[in-house]
T-cell receptor, first 112, second 117 residues
């Protein structure tokens, strides 16, 4: 079955700097890759996603890149702010949204 | 976006009791819902897929007699933790998919924090 790895497990950056979180997946049939942000004790919230037929997607300060050949995708956050501090989970899915497998998460801390 | 609610938000119970958690899709119908368990500082682990009108599909290692799932309607799925024990203490989250033109998007409930004493 699918296996999703995520690095780093923790990340601290200064406010205003960029943060990059990388995920790798094992199943080449996966075709949909969402990223979720989860604040302490709250539900995961979808922040950005990418389909396998797209190499990059951007939404304001957040971008995701996908390398299908290498089977990895990355989340990029620019101009980080303290409110970006949270745990970020990547996920891989086949059938464009079904059968999610989550990565272990990255705890991002943005230091003021 | 779509809204998924969960009730209760937190529950404390004694060991040996059963606890029911409700997951509702408020503004859309969900023939399928997913139940996850999340231990502190860990990822979401899929427990089971709840199917309206049929039996739930459980992931390997999840006891179906321990975690009873009932998908009674197109907007409601319930998870009952039977004879709860301290090791069942966790954060339980449900999600429901909304099918779009290009893909399904999962919307998560706010979660239920279960503490078994």
């Amino acid at each position: 079955g699918e296996n999703v790895e995520q690095h780093p497990s923790t990340l601290s950056v200064q406010e205003g700097d960029s943060a990059v979180i990388k995920c790798t997946y094992s199943d080449s049939a996966s075709n949909y890759f969402p990223w979720y942000k989860q604040e302490l004790g709250k539900r995961p919230q979808l922040i950005i996603d990418i389909r396998s037929n797209v190499g990059e997607k951007k939404d304001q300060r957040i971008a995701v890149t996908l390398n299908k050949t290498a089977k990895h995708f990355s989340l990029h956050i620019t101009e980080t702010q303290p409110e970006d501090s949270a745990v970020y989970f990547c996920a891989a899915s086949k059938n464009y949204g079904q059968n999610f497998v989550f990565g272990p998460g990255t705890r991002l801390s943005v230091l003021p | 976006g779509a809204v998924v609610s969960q009730h209760p938000s937190r529950v404390i119970c004694k060991s040996g009791t059963s606890v029911k958690i409700e997951c509702r899709s408020l503004d859309f119908q969900a023939t399928t819902m997913f139940w996850y368990r999340q231990f502190p500082k860990q990822s979401l682990m899929l427990m089971a897929t709840s199917n309206e009108g049929s039996k739930a599909t459980y992931e390997q290692g999840v006891e179906k007699d321990k975690f009873l799932i009932n998908h009674a309607s197109l907007t409601l799925s319930t998870l009952t933790v039977t004879s709860a024990h301290p090791e069942d203490s966790s954060f339980y989250i449900c999600s429901a998919p909304v099918r779009g033109v290009l893909q399904e998007t999962q919307y998560f409930g706010p979660g239920t924090r279960l503490l078994v004493l």
